[in-house]
T-cell receptor, first 108, second 115 residues
Framework: AQRVTQPEKLLSVFKGAPVELKCNYS??????LFWYVQYSRQRLQLLLRHISRESIKGFTADLNKGETSFHLKKPFAQEEDSAMYYCALTSGYSTLTFGKGTMLLVSP | KAGVTQTPRYLIKTRGQQVTLSCSPI?????VSWYQQTPGQGLQFLFEYFSETQRNKGNFPGRFSGRQFSNSRSEMNVSTLELGDSALYLC??????????????FGEGSWLTVV
């Protein structure tokens, strides 16, 4: 069975500080990993996916198959980054399995 | 193009009643999934439909059901509502094909409160 673990429910940092939101997964095949973000009173939206290897809003995430991790990082947090972040996994046609989410709070 | 649209956005039902939620996917998307979001359990997969056929089903009781129409629109139904069914129900659509373009897009959700 596939599983996604986000160990932190809440991550609180100051503006300008580095951010790392942790995500570990368990899956026996070759998964696709995603980060979704939900800003206050907005819909859940895709932030980035590992196969794109891109940086969105300054965030990056590298898939580490050895450690089965897909941590989300940003070198300098901004107040507008405050949101709920979900790591998710799928394989081909299968559905998305989400972690429980991490609330990121960026204080001025 | 228009995003995933869900109706109604908010509703209040009484225990024992039943409810039907509707979802219109992005034009051209053939796959529709439903998720339940609660503070305690997070996002849990309910079911996925592709071309009117249920392709996957989550671990929910039989009171939760769904269907998809030929135009890809989908409905989910919850019968004999319980207090614990109070949640945000999210619909998501994707093209349904393999490959990097198979991104999932979410609607704003339907807030269900059972009293």
């Amino acid at each position: 069975a596939q599983r996604v673990t986000q160990p932190e429910k809440l991550l609180s940092v100051f503006k300008g500080a580095p951010v790392e939101l942790k995500c570990n997964y368990s899956y026996s095949g070759s998964p696709e990993l995603f980060w979704y973000v939900q800003y206050s009173r907005q819909r859940l939206q895709l932030l980035l996916r590992h196969i794109s290897r891109e940086s969105i809003k300054g965030f990056t995430a590298d898939l580490n198959k050895g450690e089965t991790s897909f941590h989300l990082k940003k070198p300098f947090a901004q107040e507008e980054d405050s949101a709920m972040y979900y790591c998710a996994l799928t394989s081909g046609y299968s559905t998305l399995t989400f972690g429980k989410g991490t609330m990121l709070l960026v204080s001025p | 193009k228009a995003g995933v649209t869900q109706t109604p956005r908010y509703l209040i039902k009484t225990r024992g009643q039943q409810v039907t939620l509707s979802c219109s996917p992005i034009s051209g998307h053939r796959s529709v999934s439903w998720y339940q979001q609660t503070p305690g359990q997070g996002l849990q997969f309910l079911f996925e439909y592709f071309s009117e056929t249920q392709r996957n089903k989550g671990n929910f009781p039989g009171r939760f059901s769904g269907r998809q129409f030929s135009n890809s629109r989908s409905e989910m139904n919850v019968s004999t509502l319980e207090l614990g069914d109070s949640a945000l129900y999210l619909c998501a659509s994707r093209p349904g094909t393999r490959g990097p373009g198979n991104t999932i897009y979410f609607g704003e959700g339907s807030w269900l409160t059972v009293v």
